[in-house]
């Protein structure tokens, strides 16, 4: 943050700069905020029927009290997200690496490795799947779903011993060691104090559909052309205290609470699906604070500073980020400062139909369904509940009347009513089950409902009774899933692709050598002594690891995500090829000499899209080579040998009838003459 703006934002005051962008922001976030509460009932709504959750009326009291139980609602809705979420998982997982790169040249090939190591090590260290788990559960709740990236640098202390600067003893004793040849003295060492990277890289976090803000005015599908986007959650007033200490915030101490009708109104849009009733008012407690973040394109010379100087120099729009607290104190102005120029929010959704901003959910395509089967469900339990219930008709006059009021067991007549009969006293009312039928309706409207969403009973693990053969199960199971994968390649290309792209970036301009070197230097040999890269095909060239060098030189893309990887493929191509050529006497030469190809190389790429980590580890050292040798050139000699003692023929070729052939050495085991016994 420039010190200039620093220093407007530490008064204790509002400046005039101050109160300028502190409109310009909010105003935005309330454009937003406005067309972003109308689906608030909505999602609180699909968020109760997915967790089976629903409100007691006065029925449920009433049946609680006689032992009964509530109604209920089916959970057919959370059996179908669960679904969907399985096969999106399994569809994106189903290969070793979330992201593979594809170079556009052949220089690229070695970079597009490096770059996959490195994605696959921040995703890791972002716990990648319970990310992708709850990006794709709201998805099938809210249909939109968020995800925020950004560049952290973490440190932590760790004690390391180093030796101790020698005294001016010291060098004296050292130097007299040397006159009189006498063995030198170890160094002193000692314990010190010592901060180091702990994780360098992209930071990935799940943002709730409910505190997200994008332009209103554009369609979600095209939210990157948008004016601005932003979002807003509860953090300490400690942490941004630590914010401010880091040089990242500025006047956090100023910071005013919520009170009155703000309180309500923004506390509102922070509540999480739970009974109005019940919601916890958790920004009462001082410590507590609204941080609202907006990422807006505005021109910097239009901002006047209170010296009278522009906030930037640029007279067109640039993106900036703005960080304004309890919606009364901005505690950060700066530029982004990102080389992709995006918003840092990767949004996606479940149909994304640029003719609506936020387009239905499963929950949302099916609610209907959902409440008409649990209607039924819920008025059959209604009435096998009167049903059980002992409905009598009794005639006081025979009967002890409080007998059948207190439900005791015995039911006692009255004297001299015996002779008459019980049933004119007491007779039960017969009671039909007019709700039997509506089990039968249940089962044909989960068929809708699966049809509606092709998550059918074979994706969830479930067969129909009667039979089937396996062909018609094989083509069911895929015509649904070809739906599903549709779906999941229309997140891949609007969500995943993107925030790839903008990840690799990041590291491309953040990265340092040090931690480059950390996360791939040993898994790649490309790595000469840590300290350089070698150029493919050229290893006299070398170029210094730097932003600069691994932004301008190397290019790739990401592969489909949802199709299965190609690696086996690409390898069962090359081994085919090896084949070929090593069946050919001639093979080796035509490979080398006229096609020009080294087939130590291919080897290893061979175990590389096998999945072998490490093939160097398999390569010969100079030691065991000189071995091979030895036992090659004693092969020889006896070969040799034995041809002089046949008198000049070769083995093989037929000698006089009764003439010896020395049986040959096998090949496995002249490679293996060379090991210990």
């Given at each position: ?401 409080e007998d059948v009021r207190d439900h005791k067991p015995v039911i006692r007549l009255k004297p001299n009513v015996s002779q008459m009969g019980v049933d004119r006293f007491v007779k039960q009312l017969n009671v039909s089950d007019v709700t039997r039928g509506h089990i039968g309706d249940v089962e044909v409207l ?232």
């Amino acid at each position: 943050m420039d010190d200039r703006i620093r220093a407007e934002l530490s008064m204790e005051k509002p400046t005039l700069f101050h109160t300028k962008i502190l409109e310009h922001a909010k105003g935005l976030i309330d454009l937003s905020r406005t067309e972003m509460e109308s689906y608030y009932d909505r999602w609180d709504m699909a968020d109760l029927v997915y967790r089976g959750e629903r409100y007691r009326d006065e029925d449920d009291k009433k049946a609680c009290q006689s032992g009964a139980p509530d109604k209920i609602v089916l959970p057919l809705t959370y059996a179908q997200i669960q679904t969907f979420i399985a096969f999106a998982m399994n569809l994106l997982q189903q290969r070793e690496l979330f992201y593979e790169l594809e170079g556009t040249g052949e220089e690229d090939h070695r970079a597009a490795k490096l770059a996959e190591a490195l994605l696959d090590e921040n995703l890791t260290f972002n716990q990648w799947t319970q990310i992708l788990y709850q990006f794709f559960l709201d998805l099938g709740r809210f249909s939109i779903a968020i995800v925020q990236h950004g560049w952290i640098h973490k440190t932590e202390t760790i004690w390391k011993e180093q030796p101790v600067a020698p005294s001016f003893v010291d060098n004296a004793r050292a130097m007299l060691g040397t006159v009189f040849s006498t063995a030198p003295v170890a160094p002193k060492m000692e314990q010190v104090k010592t901060v180091q990277t702990a994780y360098k890289g992209n930071e990935l976090i799940s943002i709730s559909p409910y505190k997200f803000f994008p332009d209103p005015r554009f369609p979600l599908t095209r939210y990157q052309e948008g004016e601005f986007c932003g979002s807003e959650d509860e953090v300490s007033r400690s942490s941004l205290k630590q914010g401010q200490a880091d040089d990242l915030y500025a006047g956090v101490d100023f910071i005013q609470e919520i009170k009155g009708p703000d309180h309500e109104r923004i506390h509102r849009r922070t509540r999480q699906n739970t009974d109005p009733g019940q919601r916890t008012n958790t920004t009462n407690v001082k410590a507590t604070i609204i941080r609202t973040t907006i990422q807006i394109e505005l021109i910097p010379s239009e901002f006047m500073l209170g010296d009278g100087t522009p906030m930037g120099t640029g007279t067109e729009p640039e993106k900036w980020v703005v960080v304004y607290a309890n919606d009364n104190r901005v505690i950060r102005c700066e530029p982004m400062g990102y080389d992709h120029n995006h918003y840092t929010y990767s949004v996606a959704q479940f149909s994304p139909d640029q003719h609506g901003f936020i387009n239905e959910s499963i929950t949302e395509m099916i609610s209907h369904l959902q409440a008409v089967i649990d209607w039924f469900i819920n008025s059959h339990i209604t009435n096998v509940r009167k049903h059980i219930s002992n409905r009598l008709v009794v005639d006081p006059q025979g009967i002890y009347y409080e007998d059948v009021r207190d439900h005791k067991p015995v039911i006692r007549l009255k004297p001299n009513v015996s002779q008459m009969g019980v049933d004119r006293f007491v007779k039960q009312l017969n009671v039909s089950d007019v709700t039997r039928g509506h089990i039968g309706d249940v089962e044909v409207l989960m068929k809708f409902v699966s049809m509606t969403t092709a998550i059918s009973d074979n994706l969830m693990g479930q067969y129909h009774s009667g039979r089937r053969s396996a062909r018609e199960a094989s083509n069911t199971s895929a015509a649904s899933g070809t739906r599903l994968r549709t779906i999941v390649k229309l997140i891949f290309d609007t969500c995943f692709r993107n925030l790839g792209k903008d990840m690799i970036s990041n590291l491309r301009d953040g990265l340092d050598e040090d931690t480059f070197v950390t996360i791939t230097g040993t898994d790649y040999p490309d790595w000469d002594a840590y300290n350089a890269f070698k150029v493919p095909n050229s290893n006299a060239q070398k170029i210094p690891v730097n932003r600069t060098t691994i932004a301008g030189r190397y290019d790739f893309k990401l592969f489909e995500g949802t199709l299965p990887s190609e690696k086996f493929a690409q390898a069962e191509t090359l081994e085919q090829t090896l084949l070929a050529l090593m069946k050919n006497p001639d093979g080796l030469t035509i490979l080398t000499n006229m096609l020009g190809y080294d087939p130590a190389k291919l080897f290893t790429e061979v175990l590389t899209l096998r999945g072998i980590k490490h093939p160097d580890r398999f390569k010969i050292d100079q030691f065991r080579q000189q071995q091979l040798m030895q036992a090659q050139q004693q092969q020889q000699l006896a070969q040799q040998n034995a041809t002089n003692t046949n008198g000049g023929t070769s083995p093989g070729t037929g000698g006089g009838q009764g003439s010896p052939v020395p049986q040959q050495q096998s090949s496995f085991s002249s490679l293996t003459s060379g090991l210990p016994r």
